[in-house]
């Protein structure tokens, strides 16, 4: 959940994220990093920040 936290928190910078993943992960920072790569729809992030407010009150 940090991580999707910090995406709606608007921080996009994939090296930052990479470092908020759990310390038992077997890949590397590097490897996740690439894998936060890609287009961050606006109207997605809209949606998954309502999502994630909702499910903080319920």
Do not use: P, Q
Request: aromatic letters at 6%; charged letters at 20%.
């Amino acid at each position: 959940m940090t991580i999707i936290e910090a995406i709606l928190a608007d921080k996009r910078d994939t090296a930052y994220l990479a470092t908020l993943v759990d310390v038992r992960t077997k890949k590397s920072k590097e490897e996740i990093a690439n894998y936060l790569h890609g287009t961050w729809r606006t109207g997605l992030v809209f949606l998954t920040s309502l999502l994630n407010s909702i499910s903080c009150i319920s």
